[in-house]
C-alpha cells in the first residue's frame, strides 16, 4: 500500500515511524515549513521532517493547500506531486493545514487522521490539554475517516487510555504510541478490506480549543483540585505561572491538599523542602516544582536555595 503521511510535531513523527517500521510504502511526506526556533531562532525542521531526511522520502512544505488560497502555487506544487505519488491512502496527523476538497478526494481510500481523543469530545486543537484540565478520567485516539467538518468524520478504530495523574508532556507521549498502534492497525485492516466506519454520534460533543499564553495564569480562588489539573495540562505549554515578589514564576508540579483554609487565596501558609502550601479557595496546593524567568525547573528544595519564600507572602 502506497501511503502520503502528512505530519509535523513530534506526536506525528511517531506515527510515521509505526507505518514505515509496518513495511508500508511511504512515498510523499507533507510538512510545515521550516521555522525559526530556539535562542538563535535558526530556521529548524519538523520532526516529520528530521525523519524523513533521515530514511530518503520525498518532502513537500507548503504554506497552504488551498488553490484559491494565499499561497496558489504552493497549492498547485502540492497537487502536482501528491498526483504524481500515485497514493493509496494519506494518512494525516497534526499536520496544522486545512485540507480541502481536492486533497480529501484525490487518494482513493481518502484521508485517515489519528486524533488524540474519543471523539466526539475534544474535537479542535487542544485534545491532550483540555482532558486533563477538564478532569476527565480517560482519554485516547480515535482513527477517523477525514471529512470537511473539523474532527466530524466517520469513526474507524478507537482507544482509550486512563490519564491517571499525567502531564500534558506524558499523556502526549502515551497517546503518540497509541496513535501509532491504531494507525497501523487500520491500514492493515483498510488493505484487507475490513475497515468498518461509524458515524460520530450527535450527544457529547466539545471542543478542545487551541491554548493561549494567557490561560497560563493560576487564579487561586479556584479550588485546589482545579487548580492542579491547570498545572498539569499547560506542562509544557504554556506553562502554569503566578506573581510573587514581582517575579512571574512558572508552577510544574503540584498536589491538592484536602484540608480547609480560611487565608486569602494565594496566600503561602508554609514553606518545608517538600513543597510550598498556598492558599486555594477552599483548600490548598502544595506546589512542589518551580522556575524563574530564564532558570530551570527545580524541586521546591533547590528553588528556595535561590528565592526564599516565607510563610504569609501572596501569589497572584
Not at 46 to 61: C, I
Request: aromatic letters at 6%; charged letters at 20%; a neutral charge.
Amino acid at each position: 500500500m502506497r501511503v502520503v503521511f502528512a505530519g509535523t510535531p513530534e506526536f506525528a513523527r511517531v506515527a510515521l515511524q509505526a507505518i514505515a517500521d509496518a513495511g508500508f510504502e511511504i512515498v510523499l511526506v507533507l510538512t510545515q515549513p521550516d521555522r525559526p526556533a530556539g535562542r538563535g531562532m535558526k530556521l529548524q525542521a519538523s520532526p516529520v521532517k528530521q525523519l524523513a531526511v533521515e530514511r530518503h522520502w520525498p518532502v513537500a512544505q507548503p504554506r497552504s493547500l488551498r488553490l484559491d488560497g494565499k499561497y496558489p502555487e504552493d497549492a498547485a506544487a502540492a497537487r502536482s506531486v501528491l498526483t504524481e505519488s500515485r497514493a493509496d491512502v494519506m494518512v494525516v496527523a497534526a499536520y496544522g493545514l486545512i485540507l480541502p476538497q481536492w486533497v480529501l478526494d484525490m487518494p482513493p481510500l481518502g484521508c485517515l487522521n489519528i486524533h488524540a481523543s474519543l471523539l466526539p469530545r475534544w474535537r479542535g486543537a487542544a485534545p491532550i490539554h483540555r482532558a486533563i484540565e477538564s478532569g476527565d478520567h480517560e482519554t485516547g485516539v480515535t482513527i477517523m475517516q477525514m471529512d470537511a467538518g473539523l474532527d466530524t468524520g466517520d469513526m474507524l478504530l478507537r482507544d482509550a487510555l486512563p490519564i491517571g495523574e499525567d502531564t500534558t508532556t506524558r499523556l502526549h507521549d502515551r497517546l503518540a504510541a497509541l496513535g501509532g498502534r491504531l494507525i497501523v492497525e487500520a491500514l492493515n485492516q483498510a488493505r484487507a478490506g475490513t475497515l468498518h466506519r461509524e458515524p460520530q454520534p450527535d450527544v457529547g460533543v466539545t471542543y478542545a480549543h487551541k491554548v493561549e499564553k494567557h490561560e497560563a495564569r493560576i487564579d487561586w480562588s479556584q479550588d485546589a483540585t482545579t487548580i492542579v489539573r491547570r498545572i498539569r495540562a499547560f506542562d509544557p505549554f504554556p506553562g502554569a505561572t503566578s506573581q510573587l515578589g514581582g517575579e512571574s514564576i512558572k508552577l510544574w508540579a503540584a498536589s491538592a491538599q484536602a484540608a480547609a483554609s480560611s487565608a486569602v487565596p494565594g496566600t503561602v501558609l508554609d514553606v518545608t523542602p517538600a513543597g510550598i502550601r498556598v492558599a486555594a479557595r477552599d483548600s490548598a496546593v502544595i506546589v512542589q516544582q518551580l522556575q524563574r524567568a530564564g532558570g530551570k525547573r527545580l524541586p521546591a528544595a533547590d528553588f528556595l536555595r535561590g528565592f526564599p519564600i516565607e510563610a504569609g507572602q501572596v501569589f497572584d
